[in-house]
């Protein structure tokens, strides 16, 4: 028999509306509730910093990077790293190999001086074959002078460096510490790659260069006969 008391019939259907509700709404569908928009998945969150992938060593087995500059008296000077990153031996004997461009990454036509004579001394030790066990690292010193000496000859300012292990090999753009700025000069040099001791920690800048000679070695000293 069915009530005909109002009052009855309107919490018979209030019963029977909330038992439509949550029988439409199983454990696997809860889209639009928590504030996501309906239709849509959640956002996968960000992974942590510990869970990022390290950076690949490249295919060539070494990472070269610039270990900041030096500039004293218009002598420049640059180190430079070169680190073995991967599971082999990797051997040098020789110099890096060193390309300068300009701001619109265009070659700038330059004399590399092997042992940098011409720029300054110190740094002319010969070759030495070196053997890197993975881990270890080779260093050099990329060195040249802002003098200008024809004022009729526009300076020359480099703003993006590429190093390459040796001659054929890939080369990586380095960070050069600010501008590369030759003068007129034309010419930069670079030291011989020697071996990182393993127990010195990675420079943030190279050695000072030696104290340059009151006469730069490309202006001729005045004939004391005038």
Same mark, same amino acid.
């Given at each position: 028999?069915?009530?005909?008391?109002?009052?009855?019939?309107?919490?018979?259907?209030? &019963?029977? &509306?909330?038992?439509?509700? /949550?029988?439409?709404?199983? %454990?696997?569908?809860?889209?639009?509730?928590? *504030?996501?928009?309906?239709?849509?998945?959640?956002?996968?969150?960000?992974? %942590?910093?510990?869970?990022?992938?390290?950076?690949?060593?490249?295919?060539? *087995? $070494? #990472?070269?990077?610039?270990?900041? *500059?030096?500039?004293?008296? *218009?002598?420049?000077? /640059?180190?430079?790293?070169?680190?073995?990153?991967?599971?082999?031996?990797? !051997?040098?004997?020789?110099?890096?190999?060193?390309?300068?461009?300009?701001?619109?990454?265009?070659?700038?036509?330059?004399?590399?001086?092997?042992? &940098?004579?011409?720029?300054?001394?110190?740094?002319? !030790? +010969?070759?030495?074959?070196?053997?890197?066990?993975?881990?270890?690292?080779?260093?050099?010193?990329?060195?040249?002078?802002?003098?200008?000496?024809?004022?009729? $000859?526009?300076?020359?300012?480099?703003?993006?460096?590429?190093?390459?292990?040796?001659?054929?090999?890939?080369?990586?753009?380095?960070? +050069?510490?600010?501008?590369?700025?030759?003068?007129?000069?034309? #010419?930069?040099? $670079?030291?011989?790659?020697?071996?990182?001791?393993?127990?010195?920690?990675?420079?943030?800048?190279?050695?000072?260069?030696?104290?340059?000679?009151?006469?730069? %070695?490309?202006?001729?000293?005045?004939?004391?006969?005038?």
């Amino acid at each position: 028999m069915i009530s005909r008391d109002p009052a009855a019939l309107r919490r018979i259907s209030a &019963a029977f &509306a909330m038992a439509l509700t /949550l029988g439409g709404c199983t %454990s696997g569908d809860h889209r639009g509730q928590g *504030g996501d928009p309906p239709g849509r998945p959640p956002t996968a969150p960000s992974p %942590s910093p510990s869970t990022e992938p390290l950076a690949e060593c490249p295919t060539s *087995g $070494v #990472r070269i990077r610039s270990t900041g *500059g030096d500039a004293a008296m *218009g002598l420049r000077a /640059l180190g430079i790293e070169l680190v073995n990153c991967g599971d082999h031996p990797y !051997q040098l004997n020789g110099y890096p190999v060193l390309h300068v461009f300009d701001e619109e990454r265009e070659p700038i036509m330059l004399r590399v001086v092997n042992g &940098a004579k011409e720029i300054t001394s110190g740094f002319d !030790q +010969p070759p030495r074959q070196v053997t890197l066990s993975a881990g270890e690292r080779a260093t050099a010193v990329v060195l040249w002078r802002n003098l200008v000496t024809d004022s009729t $000859v526009v300076a020359t300012n480099g703003e993006f460096l590429t190093v390459a292990p040796a001659a054929g090999q890939p080369a990586e753009e380095v960070d +050069p510490d600010g501008p590369i700025d030759l003068g007129n000069t034309g #010419r930069i040099g $670079v030291s011989a790659w020697k071996k990182a001791d393993p127990s010195t920690p990675v420079p943030t800048r190279p050695a000072p260069p030696p104290a340059p000679s009151a006469v730069p %070695s490309s202006v001729s000293p005045p004939d004391s006969r005038l």
